[in-house]
């Protein structure tokens, strides 16, 4: 497998990258943490009221605490699974995996405060939003870096 299929695997799950890596210490870390934080947070059922529109709720149970940890787990995970694949050998190729787990990061603390269109998207979808940004000011500070 080549190493976008490995980062593919592990956005849909922290630690198969690296499974698939044949790095089995560090997939079953990043099981664990997942699973850990997962629990914690209580982040499926916040994700089930984020799908059901009761967003109100989804700050009210969020454990924010724990939660704040996923971003950094999520993303460090993802690179992880990427390099260790081949992948990212240009210079600064991790920026953007860290600005947008900062961002997200940033997002989720703020999420309670911030209205898209009139709305609150809540501890999910707001952070989920703020990849968008996070990628684009990583490819830009990398773009930078790199031609200076």
Request: charged share 15%; net charge positive.
């Amino acid at each position: 497998m080549n190493p976008k299929e490995k980062l593919v695997w592990s956005i849909a799950f922290p630690g198969f990258g690296q499974m698939l890596n044949g790095k089995y210490f560090k997939g079953i870390l990043f099981i664990l943490l997942e699973f850990v934080i997962n629990v914690q947070s209580h982040f499926n059922e916040v994700i089930m009221l984020s799908f059901n529109g009761e967003i109100e709720k989804t700050f009210a149970r969020t454990e924010y605490q724990w939660l704040m940890f996923y971003p950094c787990v999520y993303f460090f995970a993802m690179w992880d699974a990427y390099k260790d694949a081949g992948g990212g050998k240009e210079p600064y190729s991790f920026l953007p995996f860290v600005s947008s787990a900062y961002l997200v990061t940033v997002g989720l603390m703020i999420s309670s405060k911030i209205k898209v269109f009139g709305y609150l998207l809540g501890t999910v979808w707001f952070p989920m939003l703020c990849v968008i940004p996070g990628v684009v000011i990583g490819i830009l500070i990398k773009n930078l870096l790199r031609k200076g």
